[in-house]
């Protein structure tokens, strides 16, 4: 599964200030303004582009935009120009030296993976050799002011035809927030989301969700907390998934070994790669453990590739590849992935399949630095 090398001579990252369509309120807090870096890779024979998922702050990870432009330029960027020549399969081991900061990472490898494949003139499907044109769209709905609202968001998205509803859940607005939905739509595919916002002390609380019949209840406990997690999921019928938690394919293998889940959500930006998100799906794959595609409120840059990672056999449950319009008035390429009968189409066009809008991205740009050989 490897692609046609290049000659890397320069990388422009750019700081994007996108507003968004509504408020997105998790456990960490409220955004009403995604900040994310997008890296364009130069080469002499055309460009790609990569998307770095940090936000603004380091609540959901470690990683912010700051330290992430920070290490980039300082560090990561320069490694790759002075490897000048390269595979993306090459560009983790390059990079392999800095330790963590595994969303630039990704964003790097997706740049230079793009703008091999169209040197190659193939979609990144193609590449990853995916059997479906299109895959199943949930939505992640964030926390609203009480569960009618709650009602009010969900039954909007079910009416535009989204397969699959996530809710974010937090101590103080879970089993009342899960009640509502499930009283008010019946038995729709449903799942929660803590994001690492509980205790093994809440054990009981997080049981009278077994109630509701969910999908699963993704990342109920911190990302450290595996052996936690395995005890925590003997005590639930609701399937146990994590997300903060598999930050590898090792990482996804000792969980699977201790049996802290038997769901796994994958989010190349988290794992360090779109390479590596498919070493675990490959792991899951032979584990007869399902996954799906997280999302990180991506533009049209990774919202275009998580599509044609999502589209892989083994991603059984639908993910978080929304339409672009869930988050965005305007996204910054020409053609934002849209919502057909519950379903996003996988792009065919050579590397991403995505054009820039160049007006719109500049537009959005609050910060812009290019280093070069």
Not at 136 to 162: H, K
Not at 164 to 177: C, F, H, L, S
Not at 222 to 244: F, G, M, N, S, W
């Amino acid at each position: 599964m490897d692609s046609a090398p290049i000659t890397l001579d320069g990388v422009e990252l750019r700081v994007l200030h996108l507003p968004l369509v509504a408020p997105f309120t998790t456990s960490f807090g409220t955004e009403t303004v995604r900040e994310v870096i997008v890296a364009r890779a130069l080469t002499p024979d055309g460009d790609g582009w990569g998307e770095i998922v940090t936000s603004a702050a380091p609540l959901y990870s470690s990683e912010y935009t700051q330290g992430a432009w920070d290490v980039a330029l300082r560090w990561m960027i320069p490694a790759l120009l002075d490897a000048h020549r390269m595979r993306p399969a090459e560009v983790a081991g390059i990079l392999e030296p800095f330790v963590g900061h595994r969303m630039v990472k990704a964003g790097l490898e997706l740049a230079v993976l793009d703008a091999s494949l169209r040197l190659d003139g193939i979609s990144f499907g193609a590449h990853l050799r995916v059997t479906r044109d299109r895959v199943p769209s949930g939505v992640s709905v964030g926390i609203q002011r009480d569960p009618a609202a709650l009602v009010d968001v969900v039954g909007g998205y079910l009416d535009d035809g989204y397969a699959r509803i996530k809710i974010k859940i937090k101590p103080g607005r879970d089993v009342d927030d899960t009640a509502a939905v499930r009283e008010a739509f019946g038995a729709i595919a449903l799942q929660v989301d803590a994001n690492s916002a509980y205790t093994l002390a809440d054990a009981e609380v997080l049981a009278e969700l077994d109630r509701f019949d969910l999908l699963l209840i993704e990342q109920p406990l911190q990302e450290d907390d595996l052996v936690d997690h395995a005890t925590l999921a003997a005590r639930l019928r609701t399937p146990v998934c994590l997300d903060e938690s598999i930050v590898s394919r090792k990482a996804a293998a000792d969980a699977l070994a201790l049996g802290s889940a038997s769901v796994i959500n994958i989010k190349a930006g988290r794992v360090g790669g779109y390479l590596e998100a498919v070493a675990i799906h490959d792991l899951c794959r032979e584990a007869g453990i399902p996954v799906w595609c997280g999302g990180m409120l991506e533009t049209g840059i990774g919202r275009a590739a998580n599509a044609a990672l999502a589209a892989l056999p083994g991603f059984a449950l639908p993910g978080d590849v929304s339409a672009s319009n869930r988050f965005y008035a305007r996204d910054i390429v020409r053609d934002p992935i849209v919502l057909e009968d519950g379903h996003v189409r996988v792009p065919t066009g050579p590397g991403l399949g995505i054009d820039m809008d160049s007006v719109a991205l500049d537009d959005v740009t609050v910060a812009r630095e290019t280093l070069r050989r």
